[in-house]
């Protein structure tokens, strides 16, 4: 997505780590890079996240297993 912009960019190599350790950690969601990780407490408690939670209860356990 910033392909085209002169900006500061993590390196694959440091956001697959970044994403891993996350996997590892069991996190729901996973902001691997600096440029994500300012946005991510907005984001855990943004409302479109309460709503996903909230939907979640929908959802058969077995198929959340999926």
């Known amino acids: 997505m910033t392909r085209g912009f002169e900006i500061p960019k993590a390196s694959p190599e440091s956001v697959a780590v970044g994403i891993f350790d996350g996997l590892e ?7 691997p890079d ?3 990780q300012s946005i991510a407490e907005g ?3 943004s409302v479109a996240k309460a709503f ?3 939907y979640a209860g929908f959802v058969p356990e077995r198929a959340a297993a999926l």
């Open 25 to 31: 950690n069991g996190e729901e969601d996973i902001f």
């Open 34 to 36: 600096p440029a994500s």
């Open 43 to 45: 984001w855990r408690t």
């Open 52 to 54: 996903e939670r909230q």
